[in-house]
């Protein structure tokens, strides 16, 4: 990085703290000054509400490594999940104060990035915009057309666009944003540690199979995440029973809480498969679950993105998934790193399934995957930000020593 680049200083406004984005700050704070403001102060309680059916903090380190404020949430009834959930008026003074090279905004839904966008067009900072929405989430034809009239004054806020993938940039183009100011800043997890921690002796993995209940003959298929509508967990359960019928036996282990794991029990019960249900597992505990595995499934209608598949793959885990996922173009390289069936198509998902079992740890598939992870990487993501700083803060950029 040059002295200039190295000397930036650069604001982030996020919801909250977030397992995903506390590498990426940490990196970036690396290349340049940063700070990062949190317009919430998550609770177990909330992360209950938002879909994990249980209470937890989660086990790993969310705030070190990087400067960061939490700032005072006014809002009425303070949460993550609607536009007025954050109402955090002080980030207005930081920004007109800060002396900022440029500042990001990890969306638009809350009121608070609001806030910060409108100071940041009032002081002239540079403002960037990183998500992860992309156009095959489903919604009406109503609702997508109004959208595009709100949306394509929303992109005129910004001055540059960090997109995560590839449906993401498709999202941000259809709505308005020009080319040339969008930065690729792919979507990622800390490959290192989860690849780290996934490392386990054969003797390890028998043992940790067989406390989810995985005889020796079956073969784990893993789902990780909300037992939640939109990523209809029961088509595996479906999808089993369609795989039993051929003589393949597969043991679906599910691995995460919410409102439908009842109902998938007796789901499970009525069509005669044998599933596993985990419960909640904390961060650190992951990896060693993902390697275990023989496939990684992620049935969704609706994901924005699917981190999960990101973990399972750094782990040496195949995945197979729903075209509605939104990292199905960037993750899944057809019968090498995974495979992927359309949402809904139980027969699809079943012989998505057949082909996979096949390729499981096998040298080339593991390769695909090593280059997989390193291609959605955090060096790969901050590499973007600070190209796309670099660009935006073009005659602006102030040195500080």
Same mark, same amino acid.
């Given at each position: ?14 919801? #909250? ?33 938002? +879909? ?32 007025? *959930? ?78 995560? *993938?590839?449906? &993401? ?17 792919? #979507? ?67 691995? +995460? ?52 598949? &990101? ?91």
């Amino acid at each position: 990085m040059t002295e200039k680049t190295a000397k930036m200083r650069i604001g982030v406004l996020a919801s #909250h703290p977030i397992q995903y984005q506390a590498p990426l700050f940490r990196e970036l704070a690396r290349e340049v000054d940063l700070t990062v403001y949190f317009a919430h102060r998550q609770t177990a309680e909330g992360q209950a509400r938002a +879909g994990y059916g249980v209470a937890f903090d989660w086990d790993v380190d969310l705030l070190s490594g990087y400067a960061s404020e939490f700032l005072q949430n006014q809002a009425k009834n303070p949460n993550v999940f609607n536009y007025g *959930g954050c109402d955090t008026p002080e980030i207005a003074t930081i920004i007109q104060k800060g002396d900022f090279d440029a500042f990001i905004v990890t969306g638009w839904y809350l009121k608070s990035y609001w806030q910060a966008i409108r100071a940041c067009r009032r002081h002239g900072v540079p403002v960037l915009v990183r998500g992860d929405s992309q156009l095959h989430t489903p919604r009406s034809w109503l609702k997508r057309m109004a959208k595009k009239v709100v949306y394509r004054w929303i992109m005129r806020q910004f001055d540059g666009y960090l997109y995560v *993938g590839k449906r &993401n940039l498709e999202y941000l183009l259809y709505y308005g944003a020009t080319r040339e100011r969008c930065f690729f800043s792919p #979507h990622f997890i800390d490959v290192d540690w989860f690849r780290t921690k996934s490392h386990q002796t054969d003797e390890e993995r028998r043992a940790l199979r067989l406390s989810l209940g995985v005889q020796e003959d079956e073969k784990l298929l893993l789902f990780v995440g909300r037992l939640v509508e939109m990523k209809c967990p029961s088509d595996l359960l479906k999808a089993a029973a369609l795989l039993k019928a051929q003589g393949v036996a597969v043991r679906p282990v599910y691995v +995460g809480s919410g409102r439908l794991e009842a109902d998938l029990v007796k789901q499970a019960q009525r069509l005669g498969i044998k599933a596993s249900f985990a419960g909640f597992k904390n961060q650190s505990e992951l990896p060693v679950i993902y390697a275990a595995a023989d496939l990684f499934i992620l049935p969704s209608e609706s994901e924005t993105w699917g981190l999960t598949v &990101n973990e399972a793959q750094a782990c040496g885990t195949l995945a197979v998934i729903s075209t509605a996922v939104g990292c199905m173009p960037d993750l899944i390289a057809d019968g090498m790193t995974g495979k992927s069936y359309v949402s809904g198509d139980l027969r699809a998902l079943a012989d998505a399934v057949m082909t996979m079992l096949p390729r499981v740890q096998t040298e080339a598939c593991l390769k695909a995957l090593q280059d997989k992870s390193a291609e959605y990487s955090v060096s790969n993501a901050v590499a973007g930000i600070i190209t796309a700083i670099s660009s935006v803060a073009q005659g602006k950029v102030k040195l500080h020593g």
